[in-house]
Structures are given as structure tokens and as C-alpha cells.
């Protein structure tokens, strides 16, 4: 579902972080939103007297998080940075502020189909080699989110075929909206345990990419990625071992070891041009990935 520019310009919005992604959030709604204070808990933030020169109707407020203008605002957007779980964070959600973050805005403001990418490692490995992919392809793509361009800076007037983005576990904890064309978890291992109490917690926001009824594209050699499949989906999983149908993995023909796709040999694993057991896999997922867009088998293994 996508929203109008209406839908924000009778909202107060209230950014928190001044980093790179607050800065895009605040490119995003300096024309949309009725009024924006942003804020960081840092008390010298560098990019401050950018912004103000910038957006002089943006209001910048450092060295904490002043309760009164959370409770002023009608949506919050955290910057991936900034713990939800912070007591001023929770008393404006129990206030019935809404709480969102620049991915779900992304989301909500664009029809294009969304390629999602996370994982504890490789994402940025496969959101670049599918992106190449889908330009070898002729595809018009934009690729960024957590790696390179935030992602409401991609957004343009025209839009591209796909858009093509890594996410982390502290993006997807704020998104709801997010229906992506195809989304790959590629694994999970404990990564950010600062940040959250259990390991479950920490898995519970990388499935959210999994939300809607798109491609599922599923590692199956790690079973807490296996264990998020879902049977009324379509679902390409990628895996070390042989695979069969429509899923990618490896096999062996006269000694040599080959990409493939069921039982069909595509690409000799000594002709990629990454390496390392671990790219492997990410090339495997990347190859999923592109299935899922209708790429062209020939365009992807030339990438």
C-alpha cells in the first residue's frame, strides 16, 4: 500500500538520530511534512549546522531526547542506530505515537517491486552481485539501504524496475508495511547481542522481510533460516548440497564442482569471480534472487 504526500502534511514529525539515514529522512519529508524537529542524544553532532543551514524550518535539538517534543509529535522516525527500547522511545509508542523508521517510510511511498536482502553476513556481498546481475540484465534498478544509498534517497519520480536493498535486523525491527517482490534471510548467526535480550529477539526482526505473499528465497542449510519457510508461499532455497526443481546448489560432474540449478549444471564454481567457500553461498542466493525476478540465467552467470 502506498500513501499520499497528504498523509503527512498535517503531521508533526520527529526524526532521532543525525546521521546518514536521519539526513535522508529529513531530505524525505522537508517538503511533505507539516513540521520536523530532529533530534540525537549526542550533544555535537557534526552534520547539526548542515542540516539547519540547509532546512532552516527543520528544528535541531542535541544532547538528549527532550520529552516534551516526542510527545508533541504524531510519528517518530528512528534512525536504525537508536535503541527502540530506550524509556522515552516506549512511553511515546504507550502514548499512541507511531513509531516508524526510514525503510517503512520507504515502503509506504513506492509501488515498484522491492527486492529485500538481510542476513548476519553476506547481504552486502549479494545485494551487490544481484545488482550487477539485473544491470547485465537491462534492468533499471537503484540498489542501496543499508549498504551505499539510504533508501528514501532512491526514491524517484520514475520508477525503476526494481529496487534492490540490504537491510539490517535494526531496520526491519520498525517496518510493517514492507511486501517485498522476493526477500532472502541468507542466515542467521548471534550478531548484536547488545542490542537484544535474546537471540530469538534478534530473529524474530530479521523475518519481518519475510511479511507479505512475495518469493521466499530460503537457505537451507541453516535450519533457523529452513524454519521460516511458510507452505502457502513460493519459495527457491539455495543450499551447499545438491538441490532439486527450482532450487540452486552444488554438483559434481567429472570431478568438477558446478553452480547449479535442480540437477542442471550452470556455472563451474573455478570460473567465479569471487572466492571463498563463504561467496559460495552468496552466489547461490544471488542466483535465487534473480530466479525470483526473471532474470535471465545467461545475464546472471556473465555478471
Known amino acids: 500500500m502506498t500513501f499520499s504526500m497528504d498523509n503527512l502534511s498535517n503531521k508533526n514529525c520527529l526524526i532521532i538520530g543525525l546521521g546518514k ?7 524525505f519529508l522537508a517538503d511533505r511534512a507539516m513540521g520536523i524537529v530532529m533530534m540525537d542524544t549526542r550533544e555535537n553532532v557534526s552534520l547539526a549546522a ?22 508533541k509529535a504524531d510519528m517518530i522516525i528512528l534512525s536504525p542506530g537508536v535503541d527502540p527500547r530506550l524509556p522515552e522511545i516506549v512511553m511515546a509508542r504507550e502514548a499512541g505515537i507511531e513509531i516508524v523508521g526510514d525503510i ?33 540484465s537491462g534492468k533499471n534498478i537503484r540498489a542501496g539501504g543499508n549498504l551505499g544509498t539510504p533508501a528514501l534517497d532512491l526514491l524517484a519520480e520514475i ?43 534478534y530473529v524474530q526482526a530479521k523475518e519481518t522481510i519475510y511479511n507479505g505473499d512475495g518469493v521466499m528465497v530460503i537457505n537451507r542449510d541453516d535450519s533457523t533460516v529452513l524454519g521460516m519457510t511458510q507452505a502457502d508461499r513460493n519459495v527457491i532455497g539455495f543450499s551447499l548440497q545438491p538441490s532439486a526443481g527450482v532450487d540452486f546448489g552444488l554438483i559434481e560432474r567429472d570431478g568438477i564442482v558446478f553452480l547449479a540449478e535442480g540437477d542442471e549444471p550452470l556455472l563451474a564454481v573455478e570460473q567465479l569471480k569471487i572466492v571463498g567457500s563463504h561467496n559460495l553461498a552468496n552466489a547461490l542466493a544471488a542466483l535465487a534472487l534473480g530466479s525470483a525476478m526473471a532474470l535471465p540465467m545467461s545475464s546472471m552467470l556473465s555478471a
Not at 104 to 117: G, H, K, N, S
Not at 164 to 169: A, D, F, G, K, Y
Open 50 to 71: 548542515d542540516i539547519q543551514n540547509e532546512y532552516p524550518q527543520i528544528l535541531v535539538k542535541t544532547g538528549g531526547l527532550d520529552q516534551d517534543w516526542l510527545l
Open 104 to 136: 517503512e517510510l520507504f515502503a509506504r511511498y513506492t509501488d515498484a517491486p522491492v527486492v529485500a536482502i538481510t542476513g548476519s553476513n553476506g547481504k552486502s556481498t549479494v545485494t551487490t552481485l544481484l545488482a550487477l546481475m539485473a544491470q547485465v
Open 159 to 201: 520508477a525503476p524496475d526494481f529496487y534492490i536493498l540490504e537491510l539490517s535486523s535494526f531496520q526491519l525491527e520498525t517496518v510493517r508495511s514492507l511486501n517485498a517482490f522476493a526477500a532472502a534471510v541468507l542466515n542467521i548467526s548471534p550478531d548484536h547481542m547488545d542490542r537484544y535480550d535474546s537471540l530469538g529477539e
Open 21 to 27: 539515514t536521519g539526513l535522508s529522512c529529513a531530505r
